[in-house]
């Protein structure tokens, strides 16, 4: 872009800026909307990348959200991206896999050792040595709830833990449930 057309640029944005300063944010959408389709474009396709507000900033991370699971095209893709650090952590990301990621024909939003078993091998992911055990613990550990007959649902904390907590940073472990101690008078049998 040659500079004379820079500065014609900045000259317009400055007198646009300048008329709409004194009106309210509702009209000046109004006006800048009317326009645009006054001069014959496509309000929809408009740049709006400079704009930052807090419903673009949401906007932008929706779409880097789905830039980032079209990115992900299977289940040992995920794990590579997420480095679970323990069997219950991988089951979440087995759980989050199928319910979000997945193709459409393959997509479960409860899953049970047979999952574990599959995706596990799928994932490159070496497989427990009692997995049938593996989603009660992660159950326990607070990442999913039971859906009856050894089934299991990730919960919203399984949920965040595989969208926003892993990778983990280096030097950080997970943190587990901290149980109540017991105090003197709950330890005291009754008399």
Do not use: W
């Amino acid at each position: 872009m040659a500079e004379s057309e820079i500065k014609s640029e900045l000259k317009a944005i400055e007198t646009i800026t300048n008329i709409l300063r004194p009106l309210d944010k509702i009209a000046q959408k109004r006006v800048l909307d009317y326009s645009m389709q006054h001069l014959g474009l496509e309000v929809e396709h408009a740049d709006r990348s400079f704009i930052t507000s807090p419903e673009r900033k949401e906007a932008q991370v929706e779409q880097l959200t789905q830039r980032q699971q079209q990115q992900v095209v299977d289940i040992r893709n995920l794990r590579d991206q997420k480095q679970p650090s323990s069997d219950m952590e991988m089951a979440a990301i087995v759980a989050y896999y199928l319910s979000e990621l997945a193709p459409e024909e393959d997509r479960k939003y409860v899953i049970g050792t047979k999952e574990i078993k599959t995706y596990f091998n799928q994932a490159g992911y070496p497989l427990p040595s009692a997995p049938q055990f593996t989603l009660p613990n992660a159950k326990a550990a607070g990442y999913f709830e039971s859906a009856g007959r050894g089934k299991y649902k990730l919960n919203p904390v399984g949920h965040n833990l595989v969208a926003h907590g892993l990778p983990r940073a280096k030097g950080v472990s997970p943190q587990r449930p901290r149980r109540k101690k017991k105090t003197k008078s709950s330890t005291k049998k009754a008399r």
